[in-house]
């Protein structure tokens, strides 16, 4: 089968489990770079390994993706809607919503697209930037003094190396180290875990390590692959928790595609403020 650069293919050892993206094809080794399509994971194989699916095949994993990231958002807005209208009782003065406002550095432009739609969708303010994943260590301090964020989302693909023999070390996967330079880039500029919540990883990563690293959410605790919309569903819950609350560690990796076991964290002050008086937006 003729395979080549930006093909949709699927693994036929994998039982055509996840849909992917050819990045690259290295001739010599006849070995194909992959990128999921949904899911943060990226993968080498060989071309005899894969097929491209059949157009009907195509066309019904479209539109399960589809349903599947409106549902998403739509669970989102109902939380964000929730508390947005529970500071706007009758018996209450107008307050004005100011939730965290987020920095999301990707390593996939397709992925910080989707995420970009879903923060606006979700009424955050963001700022997201393509940026490849061992690129993100360098511009990361940058960015934060630039833009001063209250959660940072430093993500893209990844995914254990294929002859990996733990789970622990950098050495066994593909991006991990580079997400964890970040944090601990990002950790040196805000040492403090409220004042700057951090989300890191994609699918397979090193969780310990960046959860040592300073991340307050990251994954894979189990090392399963992520949805590429885990980052948005997780700091959501963040960004509109009020600052005087910790986040609900359970409901909030519980809200994400994956669960317990593609994301994990630990205990977090939300970013969510109340302001008075309430004044008009400006044109």
């Given at each position: 089968?003729?395979i ?9 050892s994998?039982g055509?489990?996840?849909?992917f ?7 010599k080794?006849?070995t194909?770079?992959?990128?999921g399509?949904?899911?943060r ?13 059949g ?5 019904n ?13 739509n669970?989102a ?10 500071s ?6 107008d ?17 910080m ?11 955050l303010?963001?700022h ?15 960015l ?17 190396v ?9 050495d066994n996967?593909h ?6 330079a ?13 004042d ?11 969780y ?10 990251a ?16 700091v ?5 928790t ?7 560690i ?19 002050r939300?970013?969510?403020r109340?302001g008075?008086?309430?004044l008009p937006?400006?044109p």
């Amino acid at each position: 089968m003729d395979i080549k650069k930006g093909d949709i293919v699927l693994r036929l050892s994998y039982g055509k489990d996840v849909f992917f993206k050819v990045e690259s094809i290295d001739i010599k080794t006849q070995t194909a770079n992959l990128k999921g399509i949904d899911v943060r994971l990226c993968a080498d194989a060989p071309l005899s390994d894969l097929t491209k699916p059949g157009i009907a095949e195509l066309a019904n994993y479209r539109a399960r993706s589809l349903r599947l990231r409106v549902e998403l958002v739509n669970r989102a807005l109902r939380y964000s809607r929730s508390v947005r209208n529970g500071s706007k009782k009758k018996s209450s003065p107008d307050y004005m919503n100011i939730p965290g406002r987020i920095l999301h550095l990707d390593g996939d432009l397709e992925y910080m697209s989707a995420c970009r739609k879903a923060y606006e969708e979700l009424e955050l303010v963001n700022h997201c930037f393509h940026i490849q994943e061992q690129e993100q260590p360098r511009h990361v301090e940058a960015l934060l003094r630039e833009y001063k964020p209250d959660i940072l989302v430093i993500t893209g693909h990844d995914g254990m190396v294929k002859d990996a023999r733990t789970r622990d070390g950098v050495d066994n996967y593909h991006n991990s180290r580079h997400f964890i330079a970040a944090v601990v880039r990002a950790r040196a500029y805000q040492p403090s875990k409220d004042d700057l919540v951090i989300f890191a990883g994609a699918c397979q990563s090193w969780y310990q390590g960046l959860i040592n690293a300073g991340a307050n959410f990251a994954s894979s605790p189990e090392r399963v692959l992520i949805h590429c919309l885990d980052p948005v569903l997780v700091v959501e819950k963040v960004a509109y928790t009020p600052i005087t609350k910790t986040v609900s560690i359970y409901d909030t990796l519980q809200q994400s595609v994956t669960g317990l076991k593609g994301v994990g964290g630990i205990e977090t002050r939300g970013q969510f403020r109340l302001g008075l008086p309430n004044l008009p937006k400006t044109p």
